[in-house]
């Protein structure tokens, strides 16, 4: 689990979330509005979203390309049942929460990874 997860805000640029991921070499930043996770903003997103149908990402906003709503999982569940909400989801990171707050993200990779 990567902790503490990058975040940006619903009202940041595509620009500055893929600054983001470039910077932390990451694949996905959780978006966060109200002050609560709300979305995330994949790669593919940013190519499907953006790049595909070339709108400017200096001029979209997060909030409109993130996918939402965020899937979570409670940091006391297993690797096994993370992996099952994945396949049922068909996604491959889950936003982790423990006591209501965002703690962490975890990917199908890193999951199956502890299983070796």
């Given at each position: ?13 595509v620009s500055y979330v893929t600054e983001k991921m ?10 966060i509005s109200g002050g609560r996770p709300s979305g ?53 990171r889950l936003a982790v929460i423990k006591n209501g ?16």
């Amino acid at each position: 689990m990567r902790s503490p997860p990058v975040t940006a805000l619903f009202s940041d640029s595509v620009s500055y979330v893929t600054e983001k991921m470039v910077s932390n070499n990451i694949g996905a930043v959780i978006i966060i509005s109200g002050g609560r996770p709300s979305g995330i903003i994949t790669e593919r997103d940013t190519v499907e979203k953006i790049v595909r149908t070339r709108r400017d990402p200096d001029k979209t906003r997060a909030a409109e390309i993130m996918s939402s709503p965020l899937i979570t999982i409670d940091s006391t569940k297993t690797v096994a049942e993370a992996l099952k909400i994945m396949r049922d989801r068909k996604i491959r990171r889950l936003a982790v929460i423990k006591n209501g707050r965002l703690v962490g993200i975890v990917t199908e990779r890193r999951l199956l990874d502890s299983l070796i």
